[in-house]
């Protein structure tokens, strides 16, 4: 059984730095793109980041130059680097990974951003 476990969300002050992590087990097909996306209360989910199996990145515009993306092919593990957090950035994050044929999600990790 294929489990995203995802840790490292919390509650930091405006301009601070989290980081998160996504620890993918009981997969047995490659995984092509990995990512995080994140839904603040009362709006839709929406993409944060994406990076490939040949380590492509892509950002939304909201957070380009402040969150990095990174991912560890051998463990099978997806990690955000935030900075300069800003109250708008919090949310529900949720890493999501995709292989050829299916599509799995995180429960998701709460990120709140005070200002």
């Known amino acids: 059984q294929v489990q995203l476990v995802e840790s490292g969300g919390g509650l930091v002050q405006a301009e601070g730095s989290l980081r998160l992590s996504c620890a993918v087990t009981?997969?047995?097909?490659?995984?092509?793109?990995m990512g995080w996306y994140r839904q603040a209360p009362g709006k839709q989910r929406e993409l944060v980041a994406t990076i490939t199996s040949t380590y492509s990145t892509y950002y939304a515009g909201a957070v380009k130059g402040r969150f990095t993306i990174s991912r560890d092919s051998a463990t099978n593990t997806v990690s955000l680097q935030m900075n300069s957090l800003k109250p708008e950035d919090t949310g529900v994050y949720y890493c999501?990974?995709?292989?050829?044929?299916?599509?799995?999600w995180g429960r998701g990790t709460q990120v709140t951003v005070s200002s």
């Open positions: 999501r990974v995709q292989t050829a044929m299916h599509d799995y």
């Open positions: 009981g997969i047995s097909f490659r995984i092509e793109d």
